[in-house]
């Protein structure tokens, strides 16, 4: 008796791992074609980025041309930084939709992708 509900229970959680990895394989496809826009100098500068970190493009409001170089590269890495910082939220919580009807523990700070 008890082996056979164990047998089962191994059954019921290998399902669960199946299901729980194709998820996550399904999230990650879908954050490659996910654009996501980081802002800087109240939106004169803008980087899209993919849920892969990648950088989709980059526009600069030509009025800053004529600005110090420093400021403009200070502009950039700010748009950049925030990209980043909405794509892992992002991450996050398509990972915490997945793992909440788990039970599962994630600790902050995890990175999937």
């Known amino acids: 008796m008890f082996k056979g509900g164990m047998d089962n229970l191994?059954?019921?959680?290998q399902q669960a791992q199946e299901k729980l990895q194709e998820q996550m394989k399904k999230n990650q496809q879908e954050l490659e074609h996910l654009e996501i826009k980081g802002e800087s100098g109240a939106g004169m500068v803008a980087v899209v980025m993919n849920g892969r970190y990648d950088v989709r493009r980059v526009t600069i409001d030509p009025s800053?041309?004529?600005?110090?170089?420093?400021?403009?590269?200070?502009?950039?890495?700010a748009a950049v930084n925030d990209a980043v910082r909405k794509?892992?939220?992002e991450s996050q919580k398509r990972v915490g939709s997945l793992t909440d009807g788990?039970?599962?523990n994630?600790?902050?700070?995890?990175?999937p992708f």
């Not at 191994?10 to 959680?13: F, P, S």
């Not at 800053?64 to 890495?77: G, H, N, P, V, Y």
Request: hydrophobic share 50%; proline share 3%.
């Open 10 to 13: 191994m059954g019921q959680l």
């Open 106 to 111: 994630i600790p902050g700070g995890f990175k």
């Open 102 to 104: 788990l039970g599962l």
């Open 64 to 77: 800053l041309l004529k600005e110090e170089k420093e400021m403009l590269e200070d502009l950039i890495a």
């Open 87 to 89: 794509v892992e939220a």
